[in-house]
């Protein structure tokens, strides 16, 4: 069996977590379970306590003892079981905030390509669940359920002790409807996990479509594009297809239900009925029918609490599962010695290969990069550029080929080390919220303030600070200067800056791009003509290659991308 899908297995990796995070918080939970089984049971006693001494006339002092000893064991349980209960809520959100920081420590430094694929995403999703939702996240509510199921089998074998006094044939009936209702409890558990699968891809359709509806930064485009009935249209399609698989889930769940309701009607119906016969019968007395008839509906409650702890625990231990498994993924840094470098002096792509999904993203690329070279990466939207940087950057490894660095195989480099090499401006970038010094420089200092404020042309304070989207993107390429990485990747990075800013940002990039490599990626022609060398990508292969002049005189795409983005252009090179 595999090891993640042991239930055994995921009991020990849970309780070994509860045990590393917080081992009082882990005494007082398993402390819970013999408070919740006597106190009922002595809770049903005191009323049975006060018939016998009636019965039996006991001496006035006599009852009055029993009756305060009885009474003071009964408070300081129920006070026992109060604080427990508190710090049980208190555990619980403890251990889901562990988990998190747990995952999040994974989903840094787990393999990206992995990551970013569908499956990857959608075995996070499921995660998130059962890592941190509070404390009714199911890492942190397994507590609450293995307690209370080990509570309802005690519970269970202590009634079952006073009630065999009485009838083992009633005891037979008990245990019987128990047995039939965990029977049933097991059917829909696995029902239960196929639907849950189900739900994860149909959440993930459903919230990416309502994301993009919500948008603020596109709710213009919905308006004047008039998308805004396609996206209805798809919302309601995922919804619909979502909302099949919770009518199927609760189709079935109602049928369960419907048979456990029968099984609990037929136990409590034939205990009460036998305590009557009993009681007339002359074979029990008054006060033991009292406590009888008392426990009875503590009875059913933990035979119906072990069958819901056990579907419960039986779900849990399947996200707990699907959660191993995602902390297991292997590392973006594989097992091995791993070789740290000081300075990207050169990368040499040799025969490189990629695919996903079984389709060919990039063929056959033949490159070499070098320091003090401006290299310019234009192409149409799915040629190639964004996975060739991603390769570049460490985050995939070809499918074939290879790619050195000064050298050296990238997959015997330090990985991390080679991030540290790094500087790049992507599209999608990440703002903390914090103010714009330690965006920039990613950590808390205030030294530097007053220079970062005079080349963004903004005023900075301690705090965060709104920027428009040319100041971000001044900020993002100031991250990027402030690492000194010798790789410079800036994707796009004049997209959201006015054109004087624009311009200065050109005639200063020999200057930003000296002792490095530098890749400039863009979708206008016209802002690559100071790069060195223009490397023109199209359905996953490098077309044509050289500078803007040598590839003008080309007469090939390139020369036609450039004169379908303007006449201006043509006016320019003139």
């Not at 430094?109 to 970013?116: A, G, S, V």
């Not at 070499?368 to 390769?391: P, Y």
């Not at 030294?447 to 001044?474: C, F, M, P, R």
């Not at 930003?512 to 990626?521: C, E, H, P, V």
């Amino acid at each position: 069996m595999n090891k993640k899908n042991d239930n055994k297995g995921n009991m020990r990796f849970l309780i070994s977590r509860w045990l590393r995070w917080d081992k009082i918080g882990t005494v007082c939970v398993f402390l819970r379970i013999p408070v919740a089984v006597i106190l009922p049971i002595l809770t049903a006693f005191l009323p049975q306590l006060l018939v016998s001494a009636i019965e039996f006339q006991w001496d006035f002092l006599y009852f009055v003892k029993a009756l305060l000893i009885l009474s003071s064991v009964i408070l300081i349980l129920t006070m026992m079981s109060r604080f427990l209960e508190a710090r049980l809520k208190e555990f619980q959100a403890g251990i889901s905030m562990h988990y998190a920081v747990e995952m999040m420590h994974k989903l840094i430094h787990m393999d990206y390509e992995r990551l970013e694929s569908y499956e990857g995403r959608a075995q996070f999703q499921r995660c998130k669940k059962f890592a941190f939702e509070g404390e009714q996240a199911d890492g942190a509510w397994s507590a609450v359920r293995l307690t209370g199921l080990l509570t309802s089998l005690l519970g269970i074998v202590s009634y079952s002790a006073l009630f065999g006094r009485i009838s083992i044939w009633l005891l037979a009936v008990i245990l019987g409807s128990c047995f039939v209702e965990l029977f049933i409890s097991s059917r829909i558990i696995q029902f239960g996990d196929q639907t849950e699968n189900q739900m994860v891809r149909g959440e993930m359709e459903f919230f990416y479509l309502y994301r993009i509806a919500t948008q603020k930064e596109i709710e213009k485009d919905i308006r004047l594009s008039r998308a805004g009935s396609w996206l209805m249209k798809h919302l309601k399609q995922a919804e619909n297809k979502y909302m099949d698989v919770m009518h199927a889930y609760t189709v079935q769940s109602t049928r369960s239900l419907g048979i456990q309701v029968l099984c609990t009607i037929i136990r409590d119906f034939s205990t009460f009925g036998f305590l009557v016969f009993s009681v007339l019968q002359g074979d029990i007395l008054a006060s033991e029918f009292l406590f009888y008839f008392s426990l009875v509906t503590g009875f059913s409650d933990w035979i119906n609490g072990i069958s819901g702890h056990i579907k419960s625990l039986k779900r849990i231990m399947l996200e707990c599962a699907h959660y191993r498994r995602f902390i297991s993924m292997p590392n973006v840094q594989k097992e091995g010695k791993r070789i740290p470098i000081d300075k990207i002096e050169n990368i040499e792509l040799r025969h490189v290969y990629f695919s996903y999904a079984d389709s060919i993203v990039l063929r056959d690329i033949n490159l070499c990069f070098r320091v003090d070279e401006n290299i310019a990466l234009v192409g149409a939207n799915g040629a190639g550029k964004t996975t060739l940087i991603k390769l570049l950057c460490g985050l995939y490894q070809p499918t074939e080929g290879e790619i050195l660095i000064n050298g050296i195989s990238m997959r015997d480099l330090d990985l991390e080390n080679y991030y540290m090499q790094i500087s790049a401006v992507f599209q999608e970038y990440m703002v903390l919220p914090t103010n714009v010094l330690c965006n920039i420089t990613l950590r808390e200092t205030n030294d530097e303030l007053k220079e970062w404020e005079k080349e963004l042309g903004v005023a900075l304070n301690k705090e965060a600070t709104i920027l428009s989207g040319g100041q971000k993107q001044k900020m993002l390429l100031a991250r990027a200067l402030y690492k000194k990485g010798s790789l410079l990747i800036l994707d796009e990075p004049t997209a959201a800056l006015d054109p004087l800013a624009e311009e200065k940002l050109y005639q200063q990039y020999k200057d930003l791009a000296k002792d490095r490599i530098s890749i400039f990626i863009s979708h206008r022609l016209s802002s690559t003509q100071f790069c060195d060398r223009i490397l023109l990508m199209d359905n996953g292969e490098i077309i044509e290659e050289g500078t803007h002049r040598e590839l003008m005189k080309k007469n090939g795409a390139y020369k036609r991308m450039f004169e379908e983005q303007g006449h201006y252009y043509q006016e320019n090179e003139s």
